[in-house]
């Protein structure tokens, strides 16, 4: 099953299973708060081991692949080259990223507005996407770097199809064109 369609599922899961939660309860409150506190801690504590493990194994396999252009952005886009370590890094920063903002968006909307069941519903979301993050398989779970794993990663669409970077030779190639064309110039 797709991704995007397991979190779709989860979420509409959990939401069920919330309204029956007590929220009203201080007591069962806390436990909430409390297992939602503890699912951060152990997502940011994992993503900060895989931190620990890629700068460990070092791999400097350089990797070349082709950067799709944002239409949000005129300089997006290009050939990118990289190693497979730096690469590795700035995903599990990406991560990180997006951990750290669900936890201002948690606290923004839980401090603020008062919102219980979404505590529950993003403990379990987020230890849902610790398990599918790439560099997570990769690097902790010991899964070959191939496949769907093969860098640099591709998202993949709810539709089935995967967009991302572009890594055969072609479009390299052409790229590499575009950079030496730019610096003749």
């Given at each position: 099953m797709n991704a995007g369609v397991q979190n779709i599922v989860i979420s509409l899961g959990a939401m069920q299973v919330a309204r029956r939660i007590p929220f009203d309860d201080p007591e069962v409150l806390n436990y909430v708060?409390?297992?939602?506190?503890?699912?951060?801690?152990?997502?940011?504590?994992?993503?900060?081991?895989?931190?620990y493990k890629i700068k460990?194994?070092?791999d400097q396999t350089v990797l070349k692949y082709v950067e799709p252009s944002s239409p949000m952005s005129a300089d997006s886009g290009g050939l990118v080259t990289t190693t497979?370590?730096?690469?590795?890094?700035?995903?599990?920063?990406?991560?990180?990223?997006?951990?750290?903002?669900?936890?201002?968006?948690?606290?923004?909307?839980h401090i603020y507005m008062k919102y219980t069941q979404p505590l529950f519903i993003q403990a379990l979301m987020g230890l849902k996407n610790l398990y599918d993050a790439k560099p997570v398989a990769i690097h902790l779970l010991g899964k070959k770097a191939e496949g769907d794993l093969k860098r640099p990663f591709t998202a993949a669409s709810m539709f089935g199809a995967a967009?991302?970077?572009?890594?055969?030779?072609?479009?390299i190639a052409e790229a590499e064109k575009k950079v030496g064309a730019k610096k003749e110039e």
């Open positions: 708060r409390f297992g939602y506190i503890t699912s951060q801690a152990i997502i940011l504590s994992v993503y900060f081991y895989i931190s460990q194994k070092n497979v370590r730096d690469y590795d890094l700035s995903e599990v920063s990406k991560l990180l990223r997006g951990a750290y903002f669900g936890v201002a968006m948690m606290g923004f909307f967009g991302g970077p572009q890594t055969d030779h072609a479009s």
